[in-house]
């Protein structure tokens, strides 16, 4: 079977992954974008529900994989009102029109609606969102499920993959401090489990495979990156992957801003007894992405 797939956020770093992983499965896929519309994607503003009720009833999609949000934890602190009408109001819509239109929907959500002090968590251990960014992907969570109850959630961790510019990735960007002559200090406290993008987009589409088998299939699935790093151990493993001389010195405090979960690692289990396991090493992965930018 070849289902017809609705993207939200396809011009992001997740999204343009998913559209491409899922045209290379011969899907149709049908790509929303908001702020960087590109060839191919279809502009939406999801905080409209009329322009998005229209849309999804002319499409009628099979499958709604809504990636679309506001990830930047910074941004999230000084605009939460504005940042929940997306990550939360448009969420529980757009739950809600896939629902009358027979189509499932995969929620992407984060490693943030806990506060990292007793990982690796599972996906029915208590919440319990440290900022807001968490707060609204977590108050997303629940709209999805409360407008469809047989939605899935799909948790994930830090993200990076091939970028338009170098700081569309919070690792992406610690590029430039191990290319900078002057000395710099990165953040070697907070433990992470980076994701290659199209590894997170490899596993929507197994886990969309599984629900055409099984339709009973709904609930939380989470996915870790298999390897513990720091900033500082991201930006040492790119400075080896490039053999770049640099000026790099770990810092022990925790990242500044909003304020991140110390140790937040997702359980996988629930994506691996089903068979669904993707994972590239970083220092690989992080070469392939950025080779253009050395």
Same mark, same amino acid.
């Given at each position: 079977?070849s289902?017809?797939v609705?993207?939200?956020g396809?011009?992001? #770093? !997740?999204g343009r992954?998913i559209?491409? =992983?899922?045209?290379? +499965?011969?899907?149709?896929t049908?790509? @929303?974008?908001?702020s960087?519309v ?7 503003d999801?905080?409209k529900?009329?322009?998005v ?6 499409e009628k ?10 990830r930047?934890p910074d941004?999230?602190?000084?605009r939460y ?7 939360v109001?448009a ?8 629902k009358?239109v027979g ?6 959500s ?8 007793s990982?690796p968590?599972k996906?029915t251990d208590?919440t319990n969102p440290?900022n ?6 977590l108050?997303?969570e629940?709209?999805v499920v409360?407008?469809?109850?047989r ?6 961790? #830090? !993200?990076?993959?091939k970028?338009?510019t =170098?700081?569309?990735s +919070? ?5 430039? @401090?191990?290319?900078s ?7 070697h406290?907070e433990r992470r ?6 590894d ?16 009973s299939i ?7 990156g ?7 151990d991201m930006?040492?493993a790119m ?14 405090n925790?990242?500044p801003g909003?304020?991140?979960p ?19 090493d970083?220092?690989t ?10």
């Amino acid at each position: 079977m070849s289902p017809k797939v609705l993207v939200t956020g396809a011009s992001g #770093l !997740l999204g343009r992954a998913i559209m491409r =992983i899922f045209k290379e +499965a011969g899907w149709e896929t049908v790509g @929303l974008a908001y702020s960087r519309v590109g060839p191919g994607l279809v502009k939406c503003d999801l905080t409209k529900p009329e322009e998005v009720k229209s849309l999804v009833e002319k499409e009628k999609p099979e499958f709604i994989v809504h990636a679309a949000a506001e990830r930047a934890p910074d941004a999230v602190e000084n605009r939460y009102d504005e940042v929940c009408k997306l990550n939360v109001n448009a969420s529980g819509q757009l739950a809600a029109l896939a629902k009358s239109v027979g189509a499932r929907i995969i929620y992407v959500s984060t490693d943030y609606v806990f506060d990292g002090t007793s990982p690796p968590y599972k996906a029915t251990d208590p919440t319990n969102p440290l900022n807001k960014y968490g707060i609204t992907k977590l108050e997303g969570e629940k709209a999805v499920v409360a407008a469809n109850p047989r939605a899935c959630i799909l948790r994930i961790p #830090l !993200l990076y993959g091939k970028v338009e510019t =170098i700081d569309e990735s +919070a690792v992406t960007c610690l590029l430039k @401090l191990v290319k900078s002559s002057e000395e710099k200090y990165v953040s070697h406290y907070e433990r992470r489990y980076p994701c290659l993008v199209d590894d997170i987009a490899r596993i929507l589409r197994d886990l969309v495979l599984q629900l055409i088998k099984d339709d009973s299939i709904t609930g939380i699935f989470q996915w870790s990156g298999k390897q513990r790093l720091t900033k500082y151990d991201m930006a040492m493993a790119m400075a080896h992957a490039f053999s770049l001389k640099h000026n790099i010195k770990p810092d022990p405090n925790s990242v500044p801003g909003a304020q991140r979960p110390f140790d937040a690692e997702l359980d996988r289990s629930r994506l691996e007894n089903l068979g669904i396991s993707h994972h590239m090493d970083f220092e690989t992965a992080i070469k392939e992405c950025l080779s253009e930018w050395v």
